[in-house]
C-alpha cells in the first residue's frame, strides 16, 4: 500500500530540544486535521520524515497540505533498502508511469549505511526501470525527461514517488503564541492566515471565518482572551496606517499585509481557497 512522505524545512533549523518540541506539535496538528476531514490515518515519524498511512491517500494528501510547517509531500511506494527489491519496486512502479516514446530520468538520495551510493542507487534503478519499458521504445534523458522517478533510501527503507506535492510551510500553529485577530475584510482574513503561518495560535474577534477553520480546525473565537496574548492582528494597508492609534493598544500590534496591493491580497487568498 502506498504511504504520504511528509516533509518540512524551516523546523530543521532548530536545535535539537526546540527540533524536538515543533515535530511533537506538528505531528499532533496533522493529526488534528486528518481528524476534522474524517480521514482514518497512523502518523509516525522517523529522521526527518513523518510517514502517514492510510487507505484515504487523496484526501489524506489534501488534509495534511493545508498544515503548516510541512513543506512538501510525496505518495511513495515502500520497499526494503535492498538494491534488487528497490529496482524490481522501480520497475514495476514505472509501468503504469511511462508513456510510449516517452524519455525519463531517476534522481535519488540515499541516508544510512548501505553498501552503495545514491549514484549506484539511479544507475541500478534506471536500469530496471529501462529495462521493463523498452518495448515502449522509451529512453534515458537527464537534462530534459518527461517523466522523472524519485527513489529516496533511508536506513532500512526506500520510498519510490514521481512527484513532490508542494506545501505552505512556515511553522506548526501553537509553536509561537497567542494572537488576535480583528477580522472584518478579505485582508484581515489574509493577515490573520500569514501569522498562523508563522506559528501564532490566532483568536479571532468577529464572524465564523471557514477559511482559517480549514487551517486551524481548533481555531478560537470570542471577544475576551485572558492570557498569555502576544499581540493584535490588523489587515492594514499601507494607505490606512495614519488611521491607527498605536497608543490604543496595550500589546504589540502585527500588520502582515501592509507592503501588499490589494490585488495581491486578492490573488494570495484565491490561492490558499484550493
Given at each position: 500500500?502506498?504511504?504520504?512522505?511528509?516533509?518540512?524545512?524551516?523546523?530543521?533549523?532548530?536545535?535539537?530540544?526546540?527540533?524536538v518540541k515543533?515535530?511533537?506539535?506538528?505531528?499532533?496538528?496533522?493529526?488534528?486535521?486528518?481528524?476534522?476531514?474524517?480521514?482514518?490515518?497512523?502518523?509516525?515519524?522517523?529522521?526527518?520524515?513523518?510517514?502517514?498511512?492510510?487507505?484515504?491517500?487523496?484526501?489524506?494528501?489534501?488534509?495534511?497540505?493545508?498544515?503548516?510547517?510541512?513543506?512538501?509531500?510525496?505518495?511513495?511506494?515502500?520497499c526494503s533498502?535492498?538494491?534488487?527489491?528497490?529496482?524490481?519496486?522501480?520497475?514495476?512502479?514505472?509501468?503504469?508511469?511511462?508513456?510510449?516514446?516517452?524519455?525519463?530520468?531517476?534522481?535519488?538520495?540515499?541516508?544510512?549505511?548501505?553498501?552503495?551510493?545514491?549514484?549506484?542507487?539511479?544507475?541500478?534503478?534506471?536500469?530496471?526501470?529501462?529495462?521493463?519499458?523498452?518495448?515502449?521504445?522509451?529512453?534515458?534523458?537527464?537534462?530534459?525527461?518527461?517523466?522523472?522517478?524519485?527513489?529516496?533510501?533511508?536506513?532500512?527503507?526506500?520510498?519510490?514517488?514521481?512527484?513532490?506535492?508542494?506545501?505552505?510551510?512556515?511553522?506548526?500553529?501553537?509553536?509561537?503564541?497567542?494572537?488576535?485577530?480583528?477580522?472584518?475584510?478579505?485582508?484581515?482574513?489574509?493577515?490573520?492566515?500569514?501569522?498562523?503561518?508563522?506559528?501564532?495560535?490566532?483568536?479571532?474577534?468577529?464572524?465564523?471565518?471557514?477559511?482559517?477553520?480549514?487551517?486551524?480546525?481548533?481555531?478560537?473565537?470570542?471577544?475576551?482572551?485572558?492570557?498569555?496574548?502576544?499581540?493584535?492582528?490588523?489587515?492594514?494597508?499601507?494607505?490606512?496606517?495614519?488611521?491607527?492609534?498605536?497608543?490604543?493598544?496595550?500589546?504589540?500590534?502585527?500588520?502582515?499585509t501592509i507592503?501588499?496591493?490589494?490585488?495581491?491580497?486578492?490573488?494570495?487568498?484565491?490561492?490558499?481557497?484550493?
Amino acid at each position: 500500500m502506498p504511504i504520504i512522505l511528509a516533509r518540512y524545512s524551516e523546523i530543521g533549523l532548530k536545535s535539537t530540544p526546540v527540533r524536538v518540541k515543533f515535530e511533537n506539535r506538528l505531528r499532533d496538528n496533522m493529526i488534528t486535521m486528518l481528524a476534522a476531514d474524517r480521514i482514518e490515518a497512523l502518523v509516525t515519524k522517523k529522521d526527518a520524515r513523518f510517514y502517514i498511512e492510510t487507505e484515504e491517500i487523496d484526501a489524506a494528501v489534501q488534509a495534511v497540505r493545508r498544515v503548516f510547517g510541512i513543506s512538501s509531500l510525496s505518495v511513495a511506494e515502500v520497499c526494503s533498502s535492498d538494491m534488487e527489491e528497490i529496482c524490481a519496486t522501480a520497475a514495476e512502479y514505472s509501468l503504469s508511469r511511462l508513456k510510449e516514446g516517452e524519455s525519463f530520468a531517476v534522481k535519488a538520495r540515499r541516508e544510512g549505511n548501505q553498501n552503495y551510493t545514491s549514484v549506484d542507487v539511479g544507475r541500478e534503478a534506471g536500469s530496471a526501470i529501462f529495462i521493463a519499458n523498452e518495448s515502449k521504445g522509451v529512453k534515458v534523458d537527464l537534462t530534459d525527461p518527461d517523466v522523472t522517478f524519485f527513489v529516496e533510501v533511508r536506513n532500512n527503507k526506500a520510498f519510490i514517488f514521481g512527484s513532490y506535492v508542494k506545501c505552505h510551510g512556515g511553522l506548526p500553529v501553537g509553536t509561537q503564541g497567542k494572537v488576535i485577530a480583528e477580522v472584518q475584510s478579505e485582508r484581515d482574513i489574509l493577515s490573520a492566515w500569514l501569522m498562523m503561518k508563522r506559528g501564532c495560535k490566532i483568536f479571532v474577534k468577529g464572524e465564523k471565518q471557514p477559511l482559517l477553520e480549514r487551517y486551524d480546525p481548533e481555531i478560537k473565537y470570542g471577544e475576551e482572551v485572558s492570557t498569555d496574548i502576544l499581540g493584535i492582528i490588523k489587515g492594514t494597508a499601507l494607505r490606512e496606517l495614519g488611521d491607527v492609534s498605536v497608543s490604543d493598544f496595550e500589546v504589540p500590534l502585527f500588520f502582515p499585509t501592509i507592503g501588499m496591493s490589494d490585488d495581491e491580497v486578492s490573488s494570495m487568498l484565491n490561492s490558499i481557497k484550493e
